[in-house]
């Protein structure tokens, strides 16, 4: 019987990734993966450039099951590395730490090196070091750059809408949330929809105990239509898993603990 995944928020955690792929997910069978986005900038703790790397091989091995979508963080690294202008409400200045694990760490140490040769002003040594990264990058992994541009926002099937934060609603026309929805709404949608859709709408980018307004609750909730299950990986080390049986359309988490994978039921809250 053949299921469908959904992860969000990897935040360089390539490593959480892969051990649920090869563990719960049998491309063989049949089964689907749907990245929600946010798969960069989680600092030292994992490594944007393999989380990229990992899921865009994932997705040439298997073009039809493997969906990526696009994120706030994704967004952001993209612009900066096209030169381009986000239309971002929010913007921040790209990680070191992502631009980093693109390359050596001798090769990163000479961009300082030489910066601070060429600059004693402090803003003036960080945009070179920028625009020294962004060249690197650029030159060296054309395919990856150009594959990171063309991440789509959403993903949208007969019964759901995956989405890395949200949508943007008309409750007198909810058919039309195309029209009305943008990249804000996409990528950073705040607060989170609650209630009733005639899709279920499926999405990351808050941390669940933001939600649920309980700081130590971190799986998967659900509001009416809406399930979100953003883990918070920076903090928690895990990543939830949203499985969902494509033949009856049950929805279950799936979590490691004591070093062992338990499903469970997802509740649904009030609204």
């Known amino acids: 019987m053949a299921c469908l995944y959904a992860i969000s928020d990897i935040h360089g955690r390539y490593d959480l990734l892969q051990e649920i792929v090869d563990t719960h997910v049998c491309f063989k069978k049949g089964d689907q993966l749907i990245l929600l986005g946010d798969y960069v900038d989680g600092g030292y703790q994992g490594n944007s450039y393999q989380a990229l790397q990992y899921i865009y091989h994932?997705?040439?091995?298997?073009?039809?099951?493997?969906?990526?979508?696009?994120?706030?963080?994704?967004?952001?690294?993209?612009?900066?590395?096209?030169?381009?202008?986000?239309?971002?409400?929010?913007?921040?200045d790209i990680h070191f730490e992502t631009l980093e694990s693109f390359m050596s760490e001798e090769e990163f140490d000479a961009i300082y090196q030489q910066a601070c040769q060429l600059y004693q002003d402090r803003f003036l040594l960080i945009q070179n070091m920028y625009e020294k990264?962004?060249?690197?990058?650029?030159?060296?992994?054309?395919?990856l750059v150009a594959w990171l541009e063309q991440l789509p926002y959403y993903y949208e099937t007969s019964h759901h809408i995956f989405v890395h934060a949200g949508i943007e609603i008309i409750k007198e026309q909810?058919?039309?949330?195309?029209?009305?929805?943008?990249?804000?709404?996409?990528?950073?949608?705040?607060?989170?929809?609650?209630?009733?859709?005639y899709k279920t709408v499926i999405a990351?980018?808050?941390?669940?105990?933001?939600?649920?307004?309980?700081?130590?609750?971190?799986?998967?909730?659900?509001?009416?239509?809406?399930?979100?299950?953003?883990?918070?990986?920076?903090?928690?080390?895990?990543?939830?898993?949203l499985q969902?049986?494509?033949?009856t359309l049950q929805y279950h988490g799936i979590i490691k603990k004591d070093?062992?994978?338990?499903?469970?039921?997802?509740?649904?809250?009030?609204?």
């Open 133 to 143: 990264c962004r060249q690197l990058i650029c030159q060296r992994h054309q395919t």
């Open 204 to 241: 990351g980018h808050v941390g669940t105990h933001q939600i649920m307004k309980q700081p130590d609750f971190h799986r998967i909730c659900r509001f009416g239509d809406f399930i979100y299950i953003d883990s918070s990986v920076i903090q928690t080390h895990f990543l939830n898993v």
């Open 174 to 197: 909810p058919e039309l949330w195309k029209e009305v929805s943008d990249v804000n709404h996409y990528l950073m949608q705040f607060p989170p929809c609650m209630g009733q859709f």
């Open 259 to 271: 070093n062992q994978w338990v499903a469970y039921d997802i509740v649904n809250n009030k609204f």
């Open 244 to 247: 969902i049986d494509q033949q």
């Open 58 to 92: 994932l997705q040439q091995t298997y073009p039809q099951q493997v969906i990526a979508l696009r994120g706030n963080h994704e967004e952001w690294l993209s612009a900066f590395l096209q030169q381009r202008t986000s239309d971002l409400n929010i913007q921040i």
